[in-house]
């Protein structure tokens, strides 16, 4: 399989781990292409016609990107386009937030175990092993931190 086709390939596959994870597919591969372009970064008509998507599509995609931090982009002097490209986006902050959404997660597991201990539900036991995966995970998160940490400076 020559580079190209296997490119198109993990930018489907990309899109697709988007999809699974409730979000959009063609951000996903707006994003899978941004991360194997030979290009530091890519125009919307480059991104448009590499996908073959159409331009409301495109735009919808790279905005929600720019939103969640994954994209950003950068203009050329005497350029009027832009040039959108990864966000480079620190782990840190990735860990920041997804430690504020499995806190707000956690809180309300915590409150339908309470509820769970007055009345039990068919579900009450499994409340309790997302309650304990959570803390595990909590204890976990940090060290995994500290490791890429070192393993990337």
Known sequence: MNLEKR???LVSEVGVIF???GKSSVSGRIFGLLLTSTKAAL???EIVHQLQLSKSAVSTGINLLINTRHVDYIKKTGDRKR???LSGIE???VYKD??????KFQSALMKIDELNNIEPTPNSSEVEKMIIGIQIFKEFLPKMMEEFKKRTQ
């Not at 997804?98 to 806190?103: K, R, T, Y």
């Open 7 to 9: 490119r198109e390939q």
């Open 19 to 21: 999809e699974q994870q």
């Open 43 to 45: 125009t919307f008509d």
């Open 83 to 85: 040039y959108f490209k």
């Open 91 to 93: 782990l840190e902050d």
């Open 98 to 103: 997804f430690s504020e959404n499995i806190l």
